[in-house]
């Protein structure tokens, strides 16, 4: 059983980045089978459904070699900012045009 310990991003849909700064400890998936009749798909791997927080990757790396659990660490990509004022979208030397 292999786990991915990894820094999630932040959610689209949310500005604030609460969860962010925490790194996540979850198990990949073991094989799932297809029910023949309904077609559904199904595990019998509960481990698969377990999320793991901590608030550092060397805290998550601790656990995982404290309980004998094989890991891969993602490292999380630098994100990048680009701070921007309003009144830009109406400047003269804008590039592109102000369409609605």
Not at 22 to 47: F, H, K, Q, V
Not at 68 to 75: A, K, L, N, T
């Amino acid at each position: 059983m292999t786990a991915r310990i990894s820094r999630p991003a932040k959610s689209a849909t949310q500005s604030g980045a609460a969860r962010a700064k925490a790194w996540l400890l979850e198990y990949a998936p073991a094989g799932r089978s297809i029910e023949p009749l309904m077609g559904w798909t199904s595990s019998t791997d509960t481990s698969s459904q377990v999320k793991l927080w901590f608030a550092t990757r060397e805290e998550a790396v601790a656990y995982a070699e404290r309980e004998g659990i094989s890991y891969r660490v993602e490292e999380p990509h630098p994100t990048t900012r680009r701070v921007m004022a309003y009144a830009d979208n109406f400047k003269t030397s804008r590039i592109g045009q102000w369409t609605h």
